[in-house]
């Protein structure tokens, strides 16, 4: 079954310390893409990558890196998190970076106290 | 600064009636536009969506309308089923030109929280 996937679905954390959100696909998209939702605020992109080792900033990069070593695996690090980005998170892929038609994941829920 | 602007938070429609769905952008240089609908712990999914050289994009209940004199796109549904309760999310892409990092990035209104009445 073609599908995006994200671990955790579900992370309370503390402030500072450390966590990764991993997103997987299997359909061999090159376009993949972090975006965080916020009431009110709608879908804002965090980074996205083309293909392997390319990647870039989004409208909201700030506290947040990625990295695209392989082709279906982009992961989400949050080095020292902070309050305000407790946000519902989504991952995306598409087949192309012109591909207009993006996948999602199923979100995941971060809580930072 | 919001580019694509969902202004109704919330619609409420009965069974059987027409669900009318607005979505307002600013940059002149989009020219592709999707819908995405989203159920509540799910990601969003691709709904329809539809290029700037049309007006208009039909796929079975669910249709799109684009007015690019006004900057503005409606989805239309009909007839609207319980099913179709959900969050609708307007999105907007640029081109870019060559070389453009817009090519393939998606902007994304604040969403429609869609109830459709039995």
């Known amino acids: 079954e073609a599908q995006v996937t994200q671990n955790p679905r579900y992370l309370i954390t503390v402030t500072g310390k450390k966590l990764t959100v991993t997103c997987s696909q299997n359909m061999n998209h090159e376009y993949m893409s972090w975006y965080r939702q916020d009431p009110g605020l709608g879908l804002r992109q965090i980074y996205y990558s083309m293909n392997v080792e390319v990647t870039d900033k989004g409208d909201v990069p700030e506290g947040y890196k990625v990295s695209r070593k392989e082709k279906r695996n982009f992961p989400l690090i949050l080095e020292s998190p902070s309050p305000n980005q407790t946000s519902l998170y989504f991952c995306?892929?598409?087949?192309?970076?012109?591909?207009?038609?993006?996948?999602f994941g199923p979100g995941t829920r971060l809580l930072v106290l | 600064d919001q580019q694509v602007k969902q202004n109704s938070p919330s619609l409420s429609v009965q069974e059987g009636r027409i669900s009318i769905l607005n979505c307002d952008y600013t940059n002149s240089m989009f020219d592709y536009f999707l819908w995405y609908k989203k159920y509540p712990a799910e990601g969003p999914t691709f709904l329809i969506s539809i290029s700037s050289i049309k007006d208009k994009n039909e796929d079975g209940r669910f249709t799109v309308f684009l007015n690019k004199s006004a900057k503005h796109l409606s989805l239309h549904i009909v007839p609207s089923q319980p099913g179709d309760s959900a969050v609708y999310f307007c999105a907007a892409s640029a081109s870019g030109g060559a070389g453009g990092t817009s090519y393939g990035k998606l902007t994304f209104g604040q969403g429609t929280i869609l109830t459709v009445h039995p």
């Open positions: 995306a892929s598409s087949l192309s970076p012109g591909g207009k038609t993006q996948y």
